[in-house]
């Protein structure tokens, strides 16, 4: 009688996976900046630099005390130049120091950890990668430029109000605070576009601190002593951002010869800010270019 042997059980059989699923480009940049967000707001640094803006900002109201005549109104050029963090003494907005940590860090956190391919294969492709922090770090230095302003406006109203002091013409101030905005988020872009272009944290940081406090300074001088430059130097980046936050005409008569030399820049506030906002878009995508040409063995 012959046994029947035991029959093989049968492979498992794997379940299918799912098909893909095509992403529009609107939708795949969409989830990018969702990403980008997320990737700040996870972070709690992020929540503590916003934090420490904030109490500074609401501090500004203060410094107006250092300097307060009662008998006599702060213009809306000055109450301007203190809610934007003083740009005209220290040349560039003081919040700027602040964001440079905001601005350096979603690029060179990726380029250099090595975290970049997973990025790009993430949000599908170097470009939307890009494109998404750009956007996302401009609303975010924005809004916080934004919020700064309006708890600047808040405290130094309130310190005028108790003091007995009279308050500026409140709708003289709109308008530089709305460029002041605008320069903030512009910032972002600058920092982003440098770290893509260096690979690096450390040199952007050095040039960004150094170039609009000294080097541009010192080359505007030397292209003054060139024959048919003279006056070129108020056409650099940050000549023409500091007359963008700064409208000299706007300040008294007697005050205008300091704060123009301040400011080093004769252009006017609307062509400066046009000025500036080519220079962000030139080197922002000069930073695109570098960001998607990126070995991803070494980004």
Not at 178 to 187: A, K, Q, S, V
């Amino acid at each position: 009688m012959r046994s029947s042997a035991p029959a093989a059980p049968e492979a498992a059989v794997p379940p299918a996976l799912p098909a893909p699923v095509a992403v529009s480009p609107a939708e795949a940049f969409r989830r990018a900046c969702r990403y980008e967000w997320r990737h700040l707001a996870g972070l709690g640094s992020t929540w503590i630099l916003l934090g420490v803006v904030a109490v500074l900002s609401l501090l500004t109201g203060v410094t107006l005390l250092l300097d307060l005549d009662k008998d006599r109104p702060v213009t809306p050029a000055t109450m301007a130049d203190v809610i934007a963090w003083t740009p005209l003494a220290t040349q560039v907005p003081a919040l700027c120091f602040f964001l440079l940590v905001l601005g350096t860090g979603p690029v060179s956190t990726e380029l250099v950890r090595g975290g970049a391919r997973t990025t790009w294969l993430a949000v599908n492709g170097r470009f939307t990668a890009y494109t998404a922090k750009c956007l996302v770090g401009f609303l975010l230095a924005a809004s916080t430029a934004a919020t700064s302003a309006l708890l600047g406006a808040l405290s130094s109203a309130t310190v005028l109000a108790v003091k007995g002091a009279p308050q500026p013409e409140w709708g003289g101030v709109l308008v530089p605070a709305l460029r002041f905005t605008l320069w903030m988020g512009c910032w972002t872009l600058l920092c982003l576009a440098l770290v893509s272009l260096v690979r690096s944290r450390i040199i952007p940081v050095l040039i960004l601190c150094m170039w609009p406090l000294i080097v541009e300074r010192l080359a505007g001088g030397a292209l003054g002593y060139v024959p048919g430059l003279d006056g070129v130097g108020g056409w650099m980046p940050f000549a023409a951002g500091r007359a963008m936050l700064t409208d000299v005409s706007a300040y008294p008569p007697d005050d205008r010869p300091f704060a123009q030399a301040l400011v080093g820049s004769h252009l006017s506030s609307g062509t400066a800010t046009l000025v500036f906002c080519l220079y962000t878009a030139a080197i922002a995508a000069a930073g695109c270019w570098a960001y998607c040409r990126r070995d991803a063995k070494t980004g």
